[in-house]
Structures are given as C-alpha cells and as structure tokens.
C-alpha cells in the first residue's frame, strides 16, 4: 500500500472515532438530561403534594373547625395604623415634665383660687397670677361672671393668664366657662353676645339642626375671648320635676335628650375651638336634693335603670366626640358604696370608662359645693377622686392641699405615677388637639 493510501486510511478512522465519540456525547447529554427533568418534576410534585397536606390540616382541625393562622409581626407592622401625631406630641411633652407638674395639670381653678385667695374677685391677670403660675402650673383656669366686665378686659386677661402659663410651663390651658345657654350663660349675661332659651325649649322643639347651630354659635361667642372649654351640655334626664337642674335639662324622654346632646356637641365642638363636656353623670335628673347645698343628694335608682335611661344621653354625647364628662357629686343607690360620684371607682372607672367605653377626659363638678366641701377635706376629696380615675379635679376649695395630698399619695404608693400619667397623657393629647401645646 502506498503511503498516500495509508495516510488516507488513518485520516478516515479518525475521523470515524471523531463521529462515535460525539455522538456518545450526545447520547450522555440527552440522559443526564432527562434525569434532571425528572428529579424536577418529582421535586415540584413533592412540594405542591407538602402544600396540599399543609392547607388541609390548617383549614380543617380534628374538631372540624376552621384554624385561624397566626399573624406574623411584619403582617402585624404592616396593618397597624400609625400613632395619632397628637399622642405623639403628648408624650413628648410628658417626657420633660416633673411630678409636680404633672400632678398640677389635673386641677381648674377659679383665678381667686389660683392666688390663695389674695383677692375677693379677680379681673386680671397680673404679677399675683404670674408669680402663682410660675409655681402652681395648673390644667386651667374657670371664669365666672363676677371675673367678666367687658370684652377687652376678659380678653386681656386669660391671653395674659395664657402667655405667663406658656412661658413658665409651654402648655396652654384649659380655659373654662359655663355657657349652657339660657339661665346659665356667664358670657352672654355680662357681655351682651347672643342670649338662647333655656335647653327644655329646644328639646321641645326636638329640632337636632336648631340646636347644632345654637352649640356652634356658643363656640363662637366665647372662643373669640379666649375661652376653649365649655362645661355643657346638661345630658340630664328630667326624671324628678323636683330636681335642681329643671329648665336646663332638655326633656324627660331619653332618646330626644340623646338627639340634642349628640347634635349641640357637634355644633360646640365644630369649630375646633371649643371642648364640650357631657354632665352631670351618671345623671342627676332623678334627685330631689341639691348638691351645692345639701350635706348630700341621694338617687335611689338601679344600675340597670341608669342603663335604660340616664346612661343613654351619655352615650350619644359620647358617640358625638365629647371631649369631656364632668361627674356629679351624687350619690347613686346602684353603685353600692355609698360615695359621691365624683369619687367612685364604680361610677367613673367600671360604668363611665369600661362600660360607656370613654376614652376622653373625665373632671369632677365642682369641689367647693356643700356635698364635697362639707364632708371631705380638699386632699380626701382629690386622691379619692384621682384613684376613682377621674382626670380633672375642678375647683378645691384649697388647692394647695388638694396638690399636696395627691403628691404623698403618689410618694406613697397610693396612687401610681402610672396613674398621674394616664390622665396627664389624656389632657395634653386633647390640648395638642386644641393647639394648646
């Protein structure tokens, strides 16, 4: 064979080899192939078979009922609202204060009582009330018609009583007028702005729009002066045509005194100017007595009377967005502890707060009337009142001593600082509200 045949030869074999080798190559390729796809397949049927199994045992219980999955912290993150920048504002405030003046934003006094007493009728606001505020940082402050001569004048003097407060404390305060309209109006009485009848008018008429705009001119009449709380309305029921409350209480139907609390609240609250208060619960339209006299004034009514009658303006007030519910003095029978409203850990905390759900603030009527004053020293009357989880105490008749019993309360262990807390966080929530922080 000639050597041209022989390489011919050799280059033919190679590259027969070349071919046989590439197709076994291929061949092993086409296979590996194949038993990837099939492991993945068996691996997805495998998962989707565990998904199944999964789903069926957290659907169905051995019970038969249906098995609530629990819900992850980033679930739980994701659908929670943000804080209320109001709270918020509250809490940083709260953060930078002391004790004491903590415990002095759970008191309203008159502006006598503020200066001890130094001077019979107050109609300014001067160095007495800026050296007392220095001192005594209170929640706020009520006007009455003695301390009201003329438009100028009361404005002088709460934005005077206003600027010493923000410049020794930064908080504003609540200031505070009873303007229910009709008999009890100290604005419209001393300074001429408009003068409505009393709520028993109203309620006859029942007219739900007629009063809204009677609240929304109050708001208006009395927050161009300076004043941003209103002690009303009267959520009273006319039960006892003998009561002391009478002609200031809409009706003796529940569900009409319902409709014009919730409906006034919303007009006094509207503007954003004014807080409105619900009083005098757990209602005092069923006494015979007087509580700014009497040594006591007892209500024999059940709990479940109070429920189906009295509890009902309240919680229409309530459901209107009510900043405050100021209690009575009363002594309810269906309480079973024989205390002042005002005092009762049944009556504001179980009824008013768990029962009525109020989250808003709760203050006392006034502690210099005879049925506190003449049976509780101003300290009793203010850590009973506190531990019963009111916010406000209004009006001790010594509010040295009422700070100062609170104070030792709280050294003591009596009352929590926890407790001070709760309220205070409460108060200055609603005045961020209101732009008074």
Same mark, same amino acid.
């Given at each position: 064979?000639?050597?041209?045949?022989?390489?011919?030869?050799?280059?033919?074999?190679?590259?027969?080899?070349?071919?046989?080798?590439?197709?076994?190559?291929?061949?092993?390729?086409?296979?590996?192939?194949?038993?990837?796809? /099939?492991?993945?397949?068996?691996? +997805?049927?495998? #998962?989707?078979?565990?998904?199944?199994?999964? %789903? &069926?045992?957290?659907? !169905? $219980?051995?019970?038969?009922?249906?098995?609530?999955?629990?819900?992850?912290?980033?679930?739980?993150?994701?659908?929670?609202?943000?804080?209320?920048?109001?709270?918020?504002?509250?809490?940083?405030?709260?953060?930078?204060?002391?004790?004491?003046?903590?415990?002095?934003?759970?008191?309203?006094?008159?502006?006598?009582?503020?200066?001890?007493?130094?001077?019979?009728?107050?109609?300014?606001?001067?160095?007495?009330?800026?050296? /007392?505020?220095?001192?005594?940082? +209170?929640?706020? #402050?009520?006007?009455?018609?003695?301390?009201? %001569? &003329?438009?100028?004048? !009361? $404005?002088?003097?709460?934005?005077?009583?206003?600027?010493?407060?923000?410049?020794?404390?930064?908080?504003?305060?609540?200031?505070?007028?009873?303007?229910?309209?009709?008999?009890?109006?100290?604005?419209?009485?001393?300074?001429?702005?408009?003068?409505?009848?009393?709520?028993?008018?109203?309620?006859?008429?029942?007219?739900?729009?007629?009063?809204?705009?009677?609240?929304?001119?109050?708001?208006?009449?009395?927050?161009?002066?300076?004043?941003?709380?209103?002690?009303?309305?009267?959520?009273?029921?006319?039960?006892?045509?003998?009561?002391?409350?009478?002609?200031?209480?809409?009706?003796?139907?529940?569900?009409?005194?319902?409709?014009?609390?919730?409906?006034?609240?919303?007009?006094?609250?509207?503007?954003?100017?004014?807080?409105?208060?619900?009083?005098?619960?757990?209602?005092?339209?069923?006494?015979?007595?007087?509580?700014?006299?009497?040594?006591?004034?007892?209500?024999?009514?059940?709990?479940?009377?109070?429920?189906?009658?009295?509890?009902?303006?309240?919680?229409?007030?309530?459901?209107?967005?009510?900043?405050?519910?100021?209690?009575?003095?009363?002594?309810?029978?269906?309480?079973?502890?024989?205390?002042?409203?005002?005092?009762?850990?049944?009556?504001?905390?179980?009824?008013?707060?768990?029962?009525?759900?109020?989250?808003?603030?709760?203050?006392?009527?006034?502690?210099?009337?005879?049925?506190?004053?003449?049976?509780?020293?101003?300290?009793?009357?203010?850590?009973?009142?506190?531990?019963?989880?009111?916010?406000?105490?209004?009006?001790?008749?010594?509010?040295?001593?009422?700070?100062?019993?609170?104070?030792?309360?709280?050294?003591?262990?009596?009352?929590?600082?926890?407790?001070?807390?709760?309220?205070?966080?409460?108060?200055?929530?609603?005045?961020?509200?209101?732009?008074?922080?």
């Amino acid at each position: 064979m000639s050597e041209q045949e022989k390489s011919k030869k050799i280059i033919k074999s190679k590259k027969k080899q070349g071919k046989e080798k590439k197709q076994y190559l291929n061949a092993i390729l086409l296979a590996a192939i194949v038993i990837i796809g /099939a492991g993945i397949i068996a691996t +997805v049927c495998a #998962i989707q078979a565990q998904r199944n199994s999964q %789903q &069926d045992d957290s659907e !169905i $219980t051995p019970t038969g009922e249906l098995e609530i999955p629990e819900t992850t912290e980033q679930e739980t993150q994701e659908t929670t609202e943000p804080p209320d920048e109001n709270v918020l504002r509250a809490e940083q405030v709260m953060e930078t204060m002391t004790l004491e003046q903590k415990i002095y934003q759970l008191f309203i006094v008159t502006p006598e009582g503020l200066v001890d007493n130094a001077v019979d009728c107050a109609v300014l606001s001067g160095s007495m009330t800026q050296e /007392a505020l220095l001192k005594k940082p +209170v929640g706020g #402050i009520i006007y009455f018609s003695q301390n009201i %001569q &003329d438009e100028t004048q !009361i $404005t002088q003097m709460i934005a005077n009583a206003q600027q010493y407060m923000q410049d020794a404390n930064q908080v504003s305060m609540w200031i505070a007028v009873d303007e229910e309209g009709g008999s009890v109006a100290r604005v419209s009485e001393s300074l001429g702005t408009t003068a409505y009848s009393d709520m028993a008018v109203y309620g006859e008429n029942a007219d739900t729009q007629e009063i809204f705009q009677v609240g929304q001119n109050i708001a208006e009449d009395i927050s161009q002066f300076g004043f941003n709380l209103d002690f009303a309305p009267v959520a009273d029921v006319n039960i006892n045509p003998q009561n002391e409350l009478q002609e200031r209480i809409f009706s003796d139907n529940a569900m009409v005194v319902s409709e014009m609390v919730a409906s006034i609240t919303q007009g006094l609250q509207s503007s954003g100017k004014v807080s409105a208060t619900l009083k005098h619960f757990p209602g005092l339209g069923a006494a015979s007595g007087n509580t700014h006299n009497d040594s006591f004034a007892f209500i024999d009514r059940t709990h479940e009377e109070l429920q189906k009658t009295e509890f009902l303006p309240f919680q229409a007030g309530i459901e209107a967005g009510a900043d405050f519910v100021m209690v009575g003095h009363q002594i309810v029978s269906g309480a079973g502890d024989k205390l002042p409203s005002d005092l009762s850990f049944t009556v504001v905390t179980e009824w008013l707060r768990d029962e009525l759900n109020f989250d808003g603030i709760v203050i006392t009527d006034a502690q210099d009337m005879h049925t506190i004053s003449g049976n509780y020293s101003s300290g009793e009357a203010a850590v009973l009142s506190i531990s019963a989880g009111v916010d406000i105490v209004l009006m001790p008749v010594d509010l040295n001593e009422a700070f100062e019993s609170v104070y030792q309360a709280v050294q003591n262990g009596k009352i929590s600082e926890e407790r001070i807390n709760q309220s205070v966080r409460r108060i200055l929530t609603a005045k961020a509200k209101y732009n008074l922080l």
